[in-house]
Nanobody, 126 residues
Framework: VQLQASGGGLVQPGGSLRLSCAAS????????IGWFRQAPGKEREWVSC????????DYVDSVKGRFTISRDSANNKGYLQMNSLKPEDTAVYYC????????????????????RGKGTLVTVSS
């Protein structure tokens, strides 16, 4: 049973990346999905979530209008589409899953999530 984030890399400011969150050993549709990130020298921060009940989404203010979270039931995955990337988006991104409908949403504790995947590094630089 695991959760694995992928899709990170080096991108220029203004560019786009799509992060994937693949679940194995459990059905991701039954869980809310969230993304956290940790920039160098900073604390981990919550970024986005999608609920398990009605796919309601939420975002930290700094990424609203640029990032889009979604789920792919057929492939047991979640995604974070990141557009108009800025240098301050540079961080290791982690996906999480939680059984509570709004478990991984704003104010949640990363260490309290049911599943936490290894991170993927996103570097935004020219």
């Amino acid at each position: 049973v695991q959760l694995q984030a992928s899709g990170g890399g080096l991108v220029q400011p203004g560019g786009s990346l799509r992060l994937s969150c693949a679940a194995s050993g459990f059905i991701l549709d039954y869980y809310a999905i969230g993304w956290f990130r940790q920039a160098p020298g900073k604390e981990r921060e919550w970024v986005s979530c999608i609920s398990s009940s009605d796919d309601t989404t939420d975002y930290v203010d700094s990424v609203k209008g640029r990032f889009t979270i979604s789920r792919d039931s057929a492939n047991n995955k979640g995604y974070l589409q990141m557009n108009s990337l800025k240098p301050e988006d540079t961080a290791v991104y982690y996906c999480v899953a939680d059984a509570l409908p709004l478990g991984p949403c704003a104010g949640s504790d990363y260490n309290g999530m049911d599943y936490r995947g290894k991170g993927t590094l996103v570097t935004v630089s020219s």
